[in-house]
């Protein structure tokens, strides 16, 4: 590849140390420069459009450009451009807020603490269970469990509670205290003649006696995200989370669910804990807060939580934990106003009907030869590529050529090995879904045709 020096791709080679990307090869194959973005759309800086099926990262929920949003940022802005909330100081956008998700949990939730990313809103989790076990007289209680495949970000205990290998590989992570247990997808893992439910038990089963080798007294948590995203969009099986949900009560351990991506109606409804009938004691908010328009998370604690953690602060005389930027009274304003538009415009039930839309029209490639398995709920789906015979091909070289092949077409999905997910903005319309799938069919084609 030959470049002008002076070029934005020169450029990104040169000074640009990128985020989830390998670093020898992108000195090789450079950046691709998005330069800005309408409704669904994106537009990169030689003016090709392309419909943004993952709304970024899992995020934009309202779509690119949203004039409300910005309006809410500029008035914020020129209001109380920053403050904090340490020592007893708040504002009003940070007082809204925190009052408005606790009225929206679908379980009784007590308070609200803020952050700023999905990674430090769980590593703050941690904490806080680490605080409240020492509160409690219990300071063996430490352990945190959380799922093979699971995501839930990259700081030091985030990662560890993530359960990808390349999150852990040469960070020396993850941290003594994790475990993980067995990932709930039933079409990877399900075994031969094991029904869906009796692949539901054995997930429970197998947390059940994880923890009774660890010793229930040594456990604090369980992280779950509802549905998980980055582990490749795996969707429970029936009655797995009733089954989860048993065992944890049973041993007094505390539910955490990370709802980073399917907050805010990503599942087909407000929170995936309604989705699949999950009681948490803490739930984790961040990216369609503020359709990540501001970088901006939230933690919801309910009382049996929060209440030792404010106790030991008493204790203590002072919590000693906070960020500079928590509750940014700009982030906070604009999820406000992100939260009304979903809510104003019913984005959620949209979410739903279109989702089922892309998911069954998606479905029409489940018997395709290279076609594995199709899954998804709401409007978050994923189409795992398996080739028939090949099955010295290297995990992920399917997935890429395919993300490649639709990038080409003018479509940005999300390659997880050989996983292609699909997470489009809540606003998408049928005929920019169409977009997306006809999109797949023609590269699924042009894959075929391809020597591996
Ligand atoms: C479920 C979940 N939790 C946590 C995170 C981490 O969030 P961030 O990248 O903002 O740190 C992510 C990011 O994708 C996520 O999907």
């Known amino acids: 590849m030959t470049l002008a020096p002076n070029s934005p791709e020169a450029r990104d080679i040169a000074y640009h140390f990128h985020a989830y990307t ?4 992108h000195a090789e ?5 998005i330069d800005k973005g309408e409704g669904v759309f994106v537009h990169d800086n030689h003016g090709k459009r392309y419909v943004e099926a993952m709304a970024g990262l899992w995020s934009v929920a309202v779509g690119f450009g949203e004039e409300r949003l910005i309006r809410a940022a500029e008035a914020q802005m020129r209001r109380l451009p920053f403050y904090h909330n340490f020592a007893h100081r708040s504002h009003g956008p940070a007082i809204e807020l925190a009052e408005k998700l606790v009225s929206m949990a679908p379980v009784e939730m007590s308070k609200v603490f803020f952050t700023n990313s999905g990674s430090e809103a769980n590593d703050t989790v941690v904490k806080m269970l680490w605080y409240r076990s020492n509160a409690l007289g219990k300071p063996e209680k430490k352990k945190l469990i959380s799922r093979q495949r699971g ?3 990259v700081t030091v205990a985030s990662a560890s509670l993530t359960g990808l290998p390349n999150n852990h590989r040469s960070f020396d992570l993850p941290i003594t205290q994790v475990r993980h247990t067995t990932c709930p997808h039933y079409w990877k893992e399900g075994r031969e003649g094991e029904s869906e439910e009796a692949f539901a038990s054995r997930c429970a089963e197998d947390l059940d006696a994880l923890i009774q080798a660890e010793g229930p007294d040594t456990i604090a948590a ?3 995200e509802p549905v998980m995203g980055a582990g490749g969009v795996v969707v429970p099986p029936a009655t797995y989370w009733e089954k989860i949900q048993k065992v944890l009560r049973k041993y007094d351990i505390l539910l955490i669910a990370d709802e980073v991506i399917c907050g805010f109606g990503r599942t087909g409804r407000m929170f995936g804990c309604e989705t699949f009938g999950i009681e948490p004691d803490a739930m984790v908010l961040s990216k369609q807060i503020t359709s990540s328009y501001v970088p901006f998370s ?3 604690l309910n009382e049996r939580f929060y209440q030792p953690v404010a106790e030991e602060s008493g204790r203590i005389g002072v919590l000693g934990h906070g960020f500079t930027a928590g509750g940014h009274p700009v982030g906070a304003a604009v999820a406000l106003e992100n939260i009304a538009i979903i809510e104003e415009r019913g984005l959620v039930a949209k979410a739903a009907e279109t989702g089922a839309y892309l998911r069954e029209r998606l479905a029409q490639f489940a018997a395709h030869s290279l076609v594995g398995e199709v899954r998804g709920v709401g409007l978050i789906a994923a189409v795992e590529l398996a080739h028939p015979e090949r099955d010295d091909l290297a995990p992920g070289a399917l997935g890429a050529a395919m993300n490649r092949l639709l990038y080409e077409r003018g479509v940005i999905s999300r390659p997880i ?4 997910a699909f997470c489009p903005p809540l606003i998408i319309e049928k005929p920019e ?3 997306i799938v006809d999109a797949f069919g023609d590269a699924l084609g042009a894959l075929e045709a391809q020597e591996f």
Do not use: E, T
Request: zero cysteines; glycine letters at 8%; proline letters at 4%.
């Open 22 to 25: 390998n670093a020898m090869a």
């Open 29 to 33: 194959l450079g950046p691709q420069i």
């Open 151 to 153: 995501y839930h970000g």
């Open 222 to 224: 369980f992280f779950a």
């Open 298 to 300: 939230a933690i919801l």
């Open 417 to 420: 090995l050989d996983s292609l």
């Open 433 to 435: 879904i169409d977009l």
